[in-house]
Each structure stands twice: as structure tokens, then as C-alpha cells.
């Protein structure tokens, strides 16, 4: 099982607004930044928001990441049809002294 | 245009070698640190090793540590991964990939590894 725990799938309808969740621990998220990729299918992961709520050049602003304590969520607003991917969250692991990731989270776009 | 090109996988029997390498373009490679990702077949990410800009420091996950190694050639801006005794669990593909988690990072398409006899 994953260090951070995301649930294994959500779904909505487009221009629904969808949040994926990830739970960690004060050894991850809780002192570390959150980072989160979306990987469409069979496409190496792309990064989605680092450092919390960063977003690189080129994510659409439907894109919001936030962190409260020991956890994290990404949310995506005005869904699209092309959103539907795996989302994964990621943060330094202070204690395993490397990269843990979540899960993973399949996004349906129904 | 930032590229990372894996190469290297391949099919190899439990116990076996492999050596992954990276071919890295784009960007002044000398300055990042690098790491190596993988993804069993239908799973999640999985965080293997990073190596330091400068190739002076690197880390690896427990579940390979002591069988891989990691090394980066600047002149040559190549990342490499040595795994040898290959268990049949590390099947995956694996990621290169540029400061993960930072404002650069950026991923490789990956490359097969099957461990099986």
C-alpha cells in the first residue's frame, strides 16, 4: 500500500467541479510541499501543481491544489471530457528519506 | 525543448542485470538533480533513486537499495540505473525523470523492464 492514501477513483460530469483528496502523515505532507501529476493514458505523468497550489506554465487555472495539515486535495473545476486521467499526489517523506506517491486516482468524466 | 529519452529495458530473468540510461536534452543537465520512477503494469508510481546535481549524493527507496545503483555522467548528459538480482516485482516501466516536485520538473516516456523467466 501507498505512504499517502487517495482514493482509488471519482467521477463527475462536465463543468462539475471534482476534488481528489490525499492523506499523508507529519513525516510527508504535514512538513513537506504537495505536488500533484495527472497521467493520461498511456502517457508517462505530467506535473499538475508543485509546492501546494504552484501551477506550472500551460495547467489551465481550473486546476486548484490546497494543503491543511496532514492532507492535501486538488480540485478541478468546469470539468472536460479531456480531464479524465490518473491523478496522483507527491511530497518528500522525511522519515523513508525519499519521493513518496499516492495511490493513485481515476477520474471519470461521465 | 526539454528531452529525456530512457533506453535500456528489456526482458531478463529473476536474478538477473540490467543497466537503464538516460539520455537527457534540452537544459544544462549538470544543473538538476535526476530521478528514477516506475510504474508496474496497471499500478502506481513508485520513487526509486535521485542523484544530486553534481552526482555527490543519492538516495535510494529500501525496496532497492543494495541491488541498484544510481550515476549521472554531466559530459555526457546521461543518467544511468544499474539493477542487478532482479526480482520478478520490479517489472515496471521506468521514468526518468528532472526535479521532481519542482518548478522543472519534467518526465521521460519510459522504458520496459520485465523481470520473468
Known amino acids: 500500500q501507498s505512504v499517502l492514501t487517495q482514493p482509488p477513483s471519482a467521477s463527475g460530469t462536465p463543468g462539475q467541479r471534482v476534488t481528489i483528496s490525499c492523506s499523508g502523515s507529519?513525516?510527508?505532507?504535514?512538513?513537506?510541499?504537495v505536488h500533484w501529476y495527472q497521467q493520461l493514458p498511456g502517457t508517462a505523468p505530467k506535473l499538475l501543481m508543485y509546492?501546494?497550489?504552484q501551477r506550472p506554465s500551460g495547467v489551465p487555472d481550473r486546476f486548484s491544489g490546497s494543503k491543511s495539515g496532514t492532507s492535501a486535495s486538488l480540485a478541478i473545476s468546469g470539468l472536460r471530457s479531456e480531464d479524465e486521467a490518473d491523478y496522483y499526489c507527491?511530497?518528500?517523506?522525511?522519515?523513508?528519506?525519499?519521493?513518496?506517491f499516492g495511490g493513485g486516482t481515476k477520474l471519470t468524466v461521465l | 525543448e526539454v528531452q529525456l529519452v530512457e533506453s535500456g529495458g528489456g526482458l531478463v530473468q529473476p536474478g538477473g542485470s540490467l543497466r537503464l540510461s538516460c539520455a537527457a536534452s534540452?537544459?544544462?543537465?549538470?544543473?538538476?538533480?535526476m530521478h528514477w520512477v516506475r510504474q508496474a503494469p496497471g499500478k502506481g508510481l513508485v520513487w526509486v533513486s535521485r542523484?544530486?546535481?553534481?552526482?555527490?549524493?543519492?538516495t535510494y527507496a529500501d525496496s532497492v537499495k543494495g541491488r541498484f545503483t544510481i550515476a549521472r555522467d554531466n559530459a555526457k548528459n546521461t543518467l544511468s540505473l544499474q539493477m542487478i538480482s532482479l526480482r520478478v516485482e520490479d517489472t515496471a516501466v521506468y521514468y526518468c525523470?528532472?526535479?521532481?516536485?519542482?518548478?522543472?520538473?519534467?518526465w521521460g516516456r519510459g522504458t520496459l523492464v520485465t523481470v520473468s523467466s
Open positions: 525523470a528532472r526535479d521532481v516536485g519542482g518548478d522543472s520538473d519534467s
Open positions: 534540452g537544459f544544462t543537465f549538470s544543473s538538476y538533480w
Open positions: 542523484i544530486k546535481s553534481d552526482g555527490s549524493s543519492t
Open positions: 507529519s513525516s510527508n505532507i504535514g512538513s513537506r510541499y
Open positions: 509546492r501546494n497550489n
Open positions: 507527491a511530497a518528500w517523506d522525511d522519515s523513508l528519506s525519499g519521493v513518496v
